[in-house]
């Protein structure tokens, strides 16, 4: 059932109760027992009622990552952790987008939102950078630079860790600092004139440059303390 449901498009019927029962030979505890399975991996809904029935689904990334968030939370995760995790994530992002094959990225725009990405950070060189301007930018650089790298499963961690704590990992480290926002700024543009540039190499050693500031700037009181839960 699992593979006919991924062999359609989202939000394909599947059939009615009766319909299934047929065709899978099944009892009805047990497709119904299935059906409880599917939908917990966001795979199935179904609907009661007349003209009801069961119907594809896709999970999408945000139920992958807040099933992978509250595992981190049940570890207790730190932010010394989340940091640790996070800048190889970084990386590797840079480093697959400086490599991205330009034809491919310029096809899905990228290429141009990472240009027009640099030229914000260009016109916010004058204005007072704060931490929740450092969030909200970092969010949308590795949103492009996820595009751009096409590693969909690079792309499942940095997600699942950037929604967990790295927001608030962010927020702590830069918080009362504009000294640190600004120095921020200055990197991630570097860092993407690297990757516009197509040299690899100079975005890897960037991106481990700015990591390695992130690292020094969190207080060991800080990065000893779990995640706190977030609503």
């Known amino acids: 059932m699992r593979d006919e449901i991924l062999a359609l498009p989202d939000g394909a019927p599947l059939g009615s109760e009766e319909e299934l029962l047929a065709r899978y030979g099944l009892s009805r505890p047990t497709l119904r027992q299935t059906a409880r399975i599917l939908e ?27 099933a992978a968030a509250l595992y981190l939370r049940l570890r207790q995760t730190t932010v010394r952790d989340v940091l640790d995790a996070f800048q190889l994530v970084n990386v590797e992002a840079a480093r697959l987008a400086a490599l991205a094959d330009t034809m491919a990225a310029d096809a899905t725009g990228a290429r141009l939102d990472l240009a027009e990405f640099r030229q914000h950070l260009m016109d916010r060189k004058d204005v007072t950078y704060l931490a929740a301007d450092v969030v909200r930018d970092e969010v949308a650089l590795y949103a492009i630079l996820m595009r751009m790298a096409g590693n969909p499963a690079l792309e499942l961690f940095h997600r699942t860790l950037f929604e967990f704590g790295q927001r608030d990992a962010n927020l702590r480290v830069f918080q009362g600092h504009p000294d640190r926002c600004a120095h921020w700024r200055t990197g991630r543009l570097r860092m993407v004139d690297a990757i516009l540039a197509r040299d690899p190499e100079m975005a890897v050693l960037l991106a481990r440059r700015q990591n390695r500031l992130m690292l020094d700037w969190v207080s060991p009181e800080v990065e000893r303390e779990s995640i706190a839960p977030r609503d």
């Open 40 to 66: 917990q991996e966001q795979l199935l809904v179904v609907r009661r009622g007349n003209g009801g029935g069961y119907y594809g689904r896709r999970p999408d990334i945000g139920a992958v990552t807040q």
